[in-house]
């Protein structure tokens, strides 16, 4: 595994290179010692802590303090990932001194290295000013969970020309705002392929097919433990979930028989 810091520089060189990407999402100092330690090139904190964490039905009710908590938990597990946390729901979205602000907290008081921002032309200008102010900026074009309430849920994107040109006309804005990466989420295979030719800046795929620059999936998910989720796109490597209850099982048996604790266990 290589030691080196992962810095927007790192992952341009990655796409230069050839080199997949690798992103997934934390919410808690434990999971990010382990993506540290595993060598994950990204560590996302999402607000999709939102729905796995917090419980709620989608991303919309995530604070900015929700954010910052999680955020600083997570920084003080990792080294060598770079940091990256989404903007959550308005706070760069109401006018760009709010999430030029806003951005700066997740910088200062959350501990991030950089800062997600949903949206394409609409918030080009936003990315900008964002950037002028010194701090690396991921995009999120495709599925925007954000607008939920807007377009409803999950539905792909890029099935038909004018949907393919829009995507391309918003990475287009969003890279020549300043953004050092695009997240494309749930595209077409054909369409998230045309925009990473057309790019220069990494592409990380979810729910978009293998020709991104990298790919991210929400850590909860692949591990099982947020049985909700059961979406195309994602591949569950482990069944936490089912350890879990099975442990929680045992636990309650043992100790209801009197097995736990143990001599072994005990102070004597």
């Not at 949903?118 to 607008?147: C, K, L, N």
């Not at 997240?183 to 978009?208: F, N, R």
């Amino acid at each position: 595994m290589s030691q080196e810091k992962t810095t927007p520089e790192v992952l341009r060189r990655k796409k230069e290179k050839g080199e997949k990407i690798t992103a997934l999402t934390a919410y808690d100092y434990p999971t990010a010692l382990c993506l540290n330690e595993a060598g994950i090139d990204i560590i996302l904190v999402g607000d999709s802590l939102g729905m796995v964490v917090l419980g709620y039905p989608n991303t919309l009710k995530v604070t900015m303090e929700n954010m910052l908590d999680h955020c600083r938990a997570v920084a003080r597990g990792n080294s060598r990932a770079l940091l990256v946390a989404d903007m959550p729901f308005l706070s760069c979205t109401v006018s760009i001194a709010d999430a030029v602000r806003n951005a700066g907290r997740m910088i200062q008081d959350g501990e991030m290295e950089a800062v997600k921002v949903e949206g394409g032309t609409d918030m080009a200008r936003t990315v900008t000013a964002i950037v002028r102010a010194g701090i690396p900026v991921m995009g999120h074009i495709g599925f925007t969970p954000q607008q939920t309430l807007r377009y409803g849920r999950k539905r792909v994107r890029g099935r038909d020309r004018p949907s393919v040109e829009k995507l391309l006309g918003d990475a287009a804005a969003v890279e020549e705002a300043g953004a050092f990466a695009i997240v494309l989420e749930c595209l077409t295979e054909a369409a998230a392929k045309e925009i990473a030719e057309k790019l220069s800046i990494p592409t990380i795929g979810i729910g978009s097919g293998v020709h991104c620059d990298g790919q991210i999936l929400v850590t909860t998910d692949m591990l099982g433990f947020y049985e909700a989720a059961s979406f195309k796109h994602v591949k569950r490597y482990a069944d936490l979930a089912g350890l879990m209850k099975t442990a929680f099982k045992e636990y309650i048996r043992e100790v209801q028989e009197g097995k736990f604790p143990g001599k072994e266990h005990s102070f004597q």
